[in-house]
């Protein structure tokens, strides 16, 4: 049943954003796939979540940068759940990208959402 549930989780943070960058200015395409790349990263990184500690669900916004050595930079975790924001933190700060041309200085909000 737990492995059920964090397979779950895990499906819910693939695909719990299908827009993931906010994108104002340059080539849209570009961006957008780009942004698809570093989702996909941040999926993979945060991993299998432990949920027998936690009950219900949680939820929160995620706004983050990349900085010239290509790490991920979380600049805020906007939830009511310390657990999940200590997470997204500890598992994401510092953590290398693999992508083509990403912008510097751009500031990326990602959804999450885990029941």
């Given at each position: 049943?737990?492995?059920?549930?964090?397979v779950a989780a895990a499906t819910m943070l693939f695909f719990a954003s299908p827009s993931f960058a906010n994108d104002s200015d340059g080539d849209k395409k570009g961006a957008k796939n780009v942004a698809k790349e570093i989702r996909t990263q941040i999926v993979n990184y945060l991993g299998e979540?432990?949920?027998?500690?936690?009950?219900?669900?949680?939820?929160?916004?995620?706004?983050?940068?990349?900085?010239?050595d290509h790490e991920i930079v979380v600049l805020s975790v906007?939830?009511?759940?310390?657990?999940?924001?200590?997470?997204?933190?500890?598992?994401?700060?510092?953590?290398?990208?693999?992508?083509?041309?990403?912008?510097?200085g751009r500031i990326y909000t990602m959804p999450v959402r885990i029941q």
């Amino acid at each position: 049943m737990k492995k059920l549930s964090i397979v779950a989780a895990a499906t819910m943070l693939f695909f719990a954003s299908p827009s993931f960058a906010n994108d104002s200015d340059g080539d849209k395409k570009g961006a957008k796939n780009v942004a698809k790349e570093i989702r996909t990263q941040i999926v993979n990184y945060l991993g299998e979540l432990d949920l027998s500690s936690v009950e219900g669900e949680m939820f929160g916004n995620v706004r983050l940068t990349i900085n010239k050595d290509h790490e991920i930079v979380v600049l805020s975790v906007d939830t009511k759940s310390e657990f999940l924001e200590s997470y997204i933190k500890g598992k994401l700060n510092y953590q290398k990208v693999e992508a083509d041309e990403i912008p510097r200085g751009r500031i990326y909000t990602m959804p999450v959402r885990i029941q």
